[in-house]
């Protein structure tokens, strides 16, 4: 390490992870799947919602204020659903990182699953690590600059592919691809795709580990969420130490391996000064009471498949991922030497302890089962009733009345009193409604609406309407000559049926 | 710097860099960081130059792409106006009555309109056209010199009892206190207070002096004369008040509201819209009147 002269700046060490098959691998095999498909097939799903609505089943509608979610329309005054949601989110982050720590980023986050796409295509084109590695280090040559083209070709397409998935979120799909071939989209839809493609590719095909260790807020704020019950991929050195490979084996027991900062490329590690006791798994010298090797052969295999580039017998670090893919590596490797798998596992902090003392491990669904999960998960679930709750509740008719106040009456030339009152009506259905307004004071009052006649005003399906009303007391009533008189208007939706009601304030002369 | 050091229990290499034996740890930067670092600062340069950027005592540098707020808010201006022509021009051209049957139209004409009332027309009439003493009130259904489209347009255009437009609405009410004694005013300001009650305009002592010297111009119903812009004293609308004071100063002295004209200030399509705001209020008439004069 002291050979190189001191920078202050590193270069990305290029990082060429094996393939690897198991469990683990399946299992993210299978999430990037059906990510990938929720991501592109979501905006071309359909939904009826009548003819004067989309038909997208989840939509975006920035443009008329709408988002609309299968049989859910949410309007902007309704935005706590998505509030509410994000709250959930929260929650759901907490609840899945006490559980099992980084699964996040391990599995679902999206720059783990395109970088998991891109390394698939470039493996599928250049061949496992060391082709790759080969490939890397041979001068260029037609072969290099077809495969290193095929690559960045493919990675290209899938980028487009995934800027362009992005806006169909936002309008109507079909149209909007049809628009995009024949080059009439609205040049903010190719702006974003542009710029989605150049990120997708950038950081899925060259920065990958790059956008987890300097760019990811998330690394550095698991630290305060995890805990010692916390479920994460670790390597049970109580088991795997003193290691050593082949016929020194056995002078490895004496050998015992420091372990450095920056193992397997240059991720810097997460300074744990307190390490050294037994409390945390890390690469801690085993002590020094066990007889014999350990069972890790110091092959490498945890190291050459991942894809951050670190050696997770360093122990937790900040680089770290929990990709799994260290414990398929490790578990075929075991499976080859006759040992039982479980070298590299999910354990937790407190485990740590307890195995190397020689206890049995303890079954990772116990790991779930404390009051902290069970916090969050309740917690997650009053949110989510609450919000389920507020979706069926909703009223269906909406109407707010304001009375205009300047000024606050009109006396006409009869003596009668005129008050004006902006009514808005939400019309949230696909056809057009009609309502019936009347005023709770009775034949005392006579209500017309502005520019039509009768006491009926039309929405159209699916806006809010702003209805100019007059309501007018006739000469010597009551409510002419009183300075307030409290008011309740009804609005009734003639084709539904449902009622509600606004209370407002009629102004008369008053004592002048 | 020139010493290399690693840190014993991080491990980790030093800058060389200690205070008072705190050292710093050297966990270096990814290159490409510092590239995009080097980046922003030309971008910025760049972008000094091409836009104002550098203050000076009076203003800033230009930037040599000429750009400025001030140019993007007129650019949006003239872009508004330019997209309005047509609607202006059709505001001009229609008969006004056919204003209403034409939503677009009538939405322009109205939102344009109370751009103009408030600019021009709320230091008088109120910012609700509510009017004041002596200004009228522009919400109800009481109408001086008449209240059709038309009717208002005339008045914004023309103004009441001004010397610059010649065109202007004109009439004037005597100060009958040079006329009539103190007692004879008396008996017409009670006789005019009971008007909106039902009493008959000619009968009684108030009513021989109506006779002679109102209803010339207010009618010998007292329901006035918008030819003249003589108000109906039946109704219960007083532009100047109707307590005692306030009707023997108005007999006694004679009002003379006076309104500008409007037409020289405000262009054709100005004027009607404000017209058609004015009268969308609430207050507005649809049928011609037969005592109204017509441009």
């Not at chain 2, 002679?212 to 009618?219: A, L, P, T, V």
């Amino acid at each position: 390490m002291s050979e190189h002269s001191t920078s202050l700046y590193a270069a990305r060490v290029p990082i060429f992870p094996r393939r690897v098959s198991g469990f683990y691998r399946n299992l993210k095999w299978w999430i990037m799947g059906l990510t990938l498909a929720v991501y592109y097939i979501t905006p071309w799903l359909r939904w009826d919602r009548g003819p004067n609505l989309p038909d997208q089943a989840v939509l975006v509608d920035l443009a008329n204020r709408r988002f609309y979610f299968f049989w859910i329309e949410i309007w902007p005054h309704e935005f706590y659903f998505v509030a509410g949601l994000l709250v959930m989110a929260g929650l759901g982050l907490f609840l899945f990182t006490a559980a099992l720590g980084r699964v996040w980023c391990g599995y679902a986050c999206p720059q783990t699953v395109w970088t998991d796409l891109f390394l698939m295509v470039e493996r599928w084109v250049q061949g496992d690590r060391n082709a790759r590695m080969r490939l890397r280090n041979a001068p260029m040559s037609p072969r290099k600059a077809t495969l290193l083209g095929t690559t960045w070709t493919i990675w290209l397409l899938i980028a487009l592919a995934t800027g362009g998935a992005w806006v169909f979120y936002f309008t109507d799909a079909p149209t909007l691809a049809r628009d995009l071939v024949a080059f009439q989209a609205p040049g903010v839809a190719y702006m974003t795709i542009a710029i989605l493609t150049a990120t997708t590719f950038i950081f899925g095909g060259f920065m990958r580990e790059q956008i987890c260790i300097y760019m990811c807020p998330w690394p550095r704020i698991q630290g305060a969420m995890m805990d010692e019950g916390t479920l994460t991929v670790a390597y049970r050195d109580w088991r795997g130490e003193p290691r050593g490979k082949g016929l020194r084996r056995r002078e490895a027991a004496s050998d015992l391996r420091v372990t450095g900062p920056q193992i397997g490329g240059r991720s810097p590690l997460i300074p744990m000064p307190g390490v050294r006791d037994t409390k945390i798994v890390g690469a801690a010298p085993a002590p020094a009471s066990i007889a014999g090797p350990g069972d890790c052969i110091d092959c490498n295999a945890c190291v050459n498949v991942c894809p951050m580039g670190i050696d997770i017998r360093d122990g937790q670090q900040m680089a770290c991922i929990t990709c799994a893919l260290c414990i398929d590596a490790c578990d075929q490797v075991m499976a080859k030497i006759g040992q039982p798998r479980g070298l590299i596992d999910y354990v937790a902090l407190s485990d740590a302890p307890r195995e190397a003392a020689g206890g049995a491990p303890i079954p990772a669904w116990r790991h779930a089962m404390r009051p902290r999960n069970f916090l969050y998960t309740g917690l997650w679930s009053l949110v989510g009733i609450l919000l389920v709750v507020a979706l069926f509740v909703r009223p269906d008719i909406e109407m707010t009345v304001s009375p205009i106040r300047n000024p606050t009456y009109v006396a006409l030339s009869d003596g009668s009193v005129r008050n004006v009152y902006d009514v808005r009506l939400l019309n949230k259905h696909g056809e057009a409604r009609q309502f019936l307004l009347s005023p709770s004071l009775g034949p005392d009052l006579t209500l017309q609406i502005e520019g039509q006649p009768g006491n009926t005003l039309t929405v159209p399906a699916d806006t809010q309407q702003l209805t100019r009303v007059y309501l007018t007391a006739p000469p010597g009533s009551e409510a002419a000559a009183e300075d307030r008189t409290e008011l309740r208007l009804w609005v009734v939706d003639l084709e539904g049926g449902e009622r509600a009601h606004v209370d407002t304030v009629f102004n008369g002369k008053g004592t002048q | 710097m020139s010493k290399r050091r690693i840190d014993d229990v991080t491990g980790t290499e030093t800058t060389g860099h200690e205070w008072d034996g705190i050292e710093e740890l050297n966990n270096p930067l990814p290159r490409w960081w510092l590239w995009t670092f080097y980046g922003t600062v030309a971008f910025s340069v760049v972008y000094m130059i091409l836009y104002p950027a550098i203050p000076l005592i009076n203003g800033a540098t230009g930037g040599v792409l000429g750009w400025s707020q001030r140019g993007d808010v007129a650019a949006e201006i003239a872009a508004v106006d330019a997209a309005q022509a047509d609607m202006r021009a059709s505001l001009t051209e229609v008969d006004l009555a056919a204003v209403s049957l034409n939503p677009e139209l009538l939405s322009f004409a109205t939102n344009a309109g109370a751009a103009v009332f408030r600019t021009n027309c709320s230091q008088c009439h109120g910012s609700g056209a509510a009017g004041a003493l002596g200004y009228p009130n522009l919400l109800d259904d009481a109408w001086l010199w008449g209240g059709t489209l038309e009717d208002i347009a005339y008045t914004v255009r023309h103004g009441i009892r001004n010397e610059v437009d010649p065109d202007a609405r004109y009439s004037q009410m005597p100060a009958f206190g040079e006329m009539l004694t103190e007692e004879e005013i008396a008996t017409l300001v009670a006789h005019v207070q009971s008007l909106p009650e039902g009493q008959d305009p000619l009968a009684g002592p108030g009513g021989e002096l109506f006779d002679m010297n109102c209803s010339s111009c207010h009618g010998l119903d007292a329901q006035g004369d918008r030819f003249l812009g003589a108000p109906n004293l039946t109704d219960a609308i007083w532009l100047y008040g109707n307590s005692d004071d306030q009707l023997t100063e108005v007999i006694t002295e004679g009002p003379f509201g006076v309104m500008p004209p409007w037409g020289g200030r405000l262009t054709e399509a100005e004027v009607r819209a404000v017209a058609t705001y004015v009268h969308g209020l609430g207050g507005g008439e649809t049928q011609v009147g037969e005592n109204d004069n017509i441009e």
